[in-house]
């Protein structure tokens, strides 16, 4: 199970590369092609604000994976082991239920958008619009592989992948 992870996460780490490249790649062009020719590629601003919106939603699950999303402790450190584990278990469970949530209005819009498309790509927006439901789709797997460690422990992942105090929350108690 712990390699099924590790490739779920090295996949969806490699896609972000992957997104962040080209986007680099198509606004670099467009700037040097901008400068050397004067002219511009007309769909270059479009394609990186699409790259964009898949990157934040589909980087969100690795963020939440490793502790990188913003965390207010001060009513979880006052309680005593037992109460701040109860409340991660109910923060968590909060989170699920909003992430599927998400995911059931991302699918709706998605398939609300998919007769529209892109002025310049002409791409339907369905492609662009799914990357809600993907995104809150990979948060809720993260979310699943990592509730265990942080309820018990308050920890998140380390970025080298096992659990620990170097991923842990600032200001959580590890009880």
């Given at each position: 199970?712990?390699?099924?992870?590790?490739?779920?996460?090295?996949?969806n780490?490699?896609?972000?590369?992957?997104?962040?490249?080209?986007?680099?790649?198509?606004?670099g062009?467009?700037?040097?092609?901008?400068?050397?020719?004067?002219?511009?590629?007309?769909?270059?601003?479009?394609?990186?604000?699409?790259?964009?919106?898949?990157?934040?939603?589909?980087?969100?699950?690795?963020?939440?994976?490793?502790?990188?999303?913003?965390?207010?402790?001060?009513?979880?450190?006052?309680?005593p082991?037992?109460?701040?584990?109860?409340?991660?278990?109910?923060?968590?469970?909060?989170?699920?239920?909003?992430?599927?949530?998400?995911?059931?209005?991302?699918?709706?819009?998605?398939?609300?958008?998919?007769?529209?498309?892109?002025?310049?790509?002409?791409?339907?927006?369905?492609?662009?619009?799914?990357?809600?439901?993907?995104?809150?789709?990979?948060?809720?797997?993260?979310?699943?592989?990592?509730?265990?460690?942080?309820?018990?422990?308050?920890?998140?992942?380390?970025?080298?992948?096992?659990?620990?105090?170097?991923?842990?929350?600032?200001g959580?108690?590890?009880?």
């Amino acid at each position: 199970m712990k390699r099924l992870e590790h490739l779920f996460v090295r996949v969806n780490a490699w896609a972000l590369i992957v997104m962040l490249s080209l986007m680099t790649l198509i606004v670099g062009s467009n700037i040097a092609l901008r400068y050397a020719t004067g002219q511009s590629l007309s769909w270059a601003d479009e394609a990186a604000r699409y790259l964009m919106i898949w990157m934040t939603f589909s980087g969100a699950g690795l963020a939440l994976r490793y502790g990188g999303h913003v965390a207010i402790t001060n009513l979880q450190d006052q309680l005593p082991a037992t109460g701040q584990r109860v409340m991660r278990a109910l923060l968590a469970l909060g989170l699920l239920l909003f992430f599927g949530y998400m995911v059931y209005v991302g699918i709706q819009y998605a398939q609300r958008m998919q007769y529209q498309v892109t002025p310049a790509l002409r791409l339907p927006f369905l492609y662009v619009y799914a990357a809600m439901p993907v995104g809150f789709s990979l948060l809720i797997v993260h979310l699943c592989l990592i509730a265990r460690p942080y309820i018990m422990a308050g920890h998140f992942q380390s970025r080298e992948g096992d659990d620990g105090a170097a991923g842990s929350m600032p200001g959580a108690a590890s009880g």
